[in-house]
């Protein structure tokens, strides 16, 4: 049996143009350890006059696969060629950058070899630990302690997507025709081009607060998106999880802008609360004991880049209480009796 000959009556069967021996003889031929040449050859040749563009959009795709699906799978006989073949086409369809078809069921994906695979970059800062991180769009991203970003290697065309794990100031590269979204669980943040920082750490409440520019915040729930808030430079929201309430809050535009240089600034918080954060930024654990009162509340700024006996002498001078460390990883604070 001649692979040319092969070729031919495979071509005759695809267009259904055989006669009743042809027909017979091509589903023999189907079943012999040779079809897979002309088979190849038969997709070569059908699939070398298509002249995708550089980056063919998903509705382009589509049209392609489906051609492929009606011209191909439609007429062939399954039950002789199914188990074998599903395989070699896949493999075929690797070779010549062919998207993706569907077949008895049974997705098979490949990537077009004229697009580049969406592959995804995801930095992360251990406690103790922050950095700057300059994104695909130039955009920059000051990455907080315990805190992760997970963005891809090249940005849509038309938006630019990013999922925040912790705590994050962002100065955004402007560019109105792709808007910048961050992914924090169920709320997102979207700006054009604009400073901001947010603070998503989980169980904890979210925060997103302005410096520069505008930002939209919404809350996505199933398929739908609910607008919460529109904020400008001074303006901040604060999303409670647990109790799904959102509230507008007044913003330090300095302070969140000096955070980004390692400064730390603690507005009416409460012991606990500032404790949770030194943790974070100094991978330290920190105990109260006797009469240190956790609820007490403090408005200061700590320097993050000095030391941590820095930090703890201006909190405890505030707060009238004393330090002393238990080993190197642990730091017992109480009051001064």
């Not at 055989?18 to 070569?44: N, R, S």
């Not at 009606?70 to 896949?90: E, N, Q, R």
């Not at 993706?100 to 695979?117: D, I, N, Q, S």
Request: glycine share 6%; net charge neutral.
């Amino acid at each position: 049996m001649k692979t040319e000959i092969d070729r031919e009556l495979l071509v005759r069967y695809i267009n259904g143009k055989c006669t009743a021996d042809e027909l017979l003889h091509v589903k023999h031929f189907l079943q012999d350890p040779g079809w897979q040449h002309a088979l190849k050859a038969i997709l070569e040749a059908d699939f070398s006059t298509i002249e995708p563009a550089p980056q063919a959009d998903e509705t382009t795709l589509e049209e392609w696969n489906q051609e492929f699906r009606d011209k191909y799978f439609k007429k062939m006989p399954m039950k002789l060629w199914y188990t074998k073949w599903i395989g070699y086409a896949a493999a075929c369809l690797l070779v010549l950058g062919i998207g993706g078809y569907l077949l008895g069921g049974h997705l098979v994906k490949t990537k077009p070899a004229f697009t580049t695979a969406k592959v995804m970059i995801e930095k992360t800062n251990p406690r103790g630990i922050r950095s700057k991180v300059t994104l695909p769009d130039s955009s920059v991203v000051y990455l907080g302690a315990g805190s992760s970003i997970r963005y891809p290697q090249q940005f849509a065309a038309n938006e630019r997507n990013l999922t925040l794990t912790g705590e994050a100031f962002f100065e955004i590269s402007k560019n109105p025709k792709r808007p910048f979204v961050i992914h924090t669980g169920e709320i997102q943040t979207t700006v054009l081009g604009t400073s901001f920082k947010i603070t998503a750490f989980k169980d904890d409440p979210l925060f997103v607060e302005v410096a520069t520019g505008k930002v939209r915040v919404s809350r996505k729930e199933n398929t739908k998106v609910a607008e919460l808030a529109v904020l400008v430079p001074g303006e901040g929201i604060s999303w409670d999880h647990q109790l799904g309430k959102a509230s507008i809050i007044p913003v330090d535009v300095s302070a969140i802008q000096r955070w980004s240089s390692g400064e730390i600034t603690f507005k009416n918080r409460s012991l606990a609360q500032i404790a949770d954060e030194l943790e974070n930024w100094y991978n330290i654990e920190i105990r109260f004991a006797g009469s240190a009162s956790v609820r007490k509340r403090l408005s200061l700024s700590v320097d993050g880049k000095a030391s941590l006996s820095d930090a703890l002498d201006i909190i405890c001078n505030t707060a009238d209480l004393k330090y002393r460390f238990n080993g190197r990883q642990e730091i017992i604070i109480s009051g001064n009796e």
